[in-house]
């Protein structure tokens, strides 16, 4: 009698923002040309807006931080760097890269008031169903004149074309990893982040095209899929700033004394 064919389990089908992609993506992290491959360049374009820190012993709180992407970046920043995500796969992977982890709601944080010189909520408010909450805890965490640094999508008609209809189809961007409805109006930002004492200013920003082109080429040749972060770094595209805030937008703001 000859041996029955396996049964292949299909990929599971989650609905768009589902937390639990990323247990399913949680080898994609650290292939700095794979699918989170534009979380790497957003990471140090966000640590470019971080000073050195101004005393010994300084916090930089990163909401959001997945597997620990901005970790590189800081290095010799002088930071204490603490980083919370709901997903423990990728905060495993954040510790192994020198980050001290919790596991944690962006909208619930386990930290006391003024703690934290910087707080960095890097491409995590477009995935919080309420992201009022998540910029009021932010803001608590901030010491006075605390830095707070930021990048997100804007609630647009050209936000939704651009990082769903059309970027969800490269291989930049994972399918159903963005719920539009929960983009943020930036104004509305600048705003809330107003009532909490942070003086928010914003800018623009993308991939440039040369660089964004050419990574797309290597990619569908199949190029080097597990490059170490920080090397070859001319071949990694730069976040540039442009004039319009109307897709992807970076914010940076000091907290009032």
């Not at 199949?222 to 109307?246: H, K, L, N």
């Amino acid at each position: 009698m000859r041996d029955a064919a396996p049964v292949s389990t299909p990929p599971r089908v989650l609905p768009p923002n589902d937390p639990r992609q990323y247990d399913d993506l949680a080898g994609e992290w650290w292939r700095t040309d794979g699918a989170f491959a534009m979380l790497h360049w957003l990471a140090r374009a966000r640590a470019a807006l971080v000073p050195p820190a101004s005393r010994p012993g300084a916090l930089l709180v990163d909401l959001g931080c997945g597997a620990g992407l901005l970790a590189p970046h800081l290095v010799g920043k002088g930071y204490r760097h603490v980083g919370l995500d709901l997903t423990r796969s990728a905060l495993a992977q954040a510790a192994a890269h020198g980050v001290t982890v919790v596991n944690s709601d962006a909208t619930a944080v386990p930290l006391a008031d003024g703690c934290a010189d910087v707080v960095s909520a890097g491409e995590l408010l477009e995935h919080v169903p309420d992201w009022r909450r998540a910029v009021a805890e932010a803001c608590r965490l901030l010491r006075p004149g605390g830095l707070l640094v930021l990048d997100t999508l804007n609630d647009t008609a050209l936000a939704r074309l651009v990082a769903v209809e059309i970027g969800e189809r490269l291989p930049t961007v994972p399918r159903g990893i963005h719920d539009p409805r929960l983009f943020v109006d930036a104004r509305e930002l600048i705003a809330e982040c107003a009532m909490h004492g942070v003086e928010l200013r914003l800018r623009g920003i993308r991939p440039e095209l040369r660089g964004t082109l050419g990574w797309l080429l290597r990619r569908m040749r199949g190029g080097s899929a597990r490059r170490p972060v920080g090397t070859e770094a001319g071949r990694e595209p730069r976040i540039v700033p442009t004039r319009s805030t109307a897709v992807l937008y970076q914010g940076r703001g000091l907290r009032g004394g």
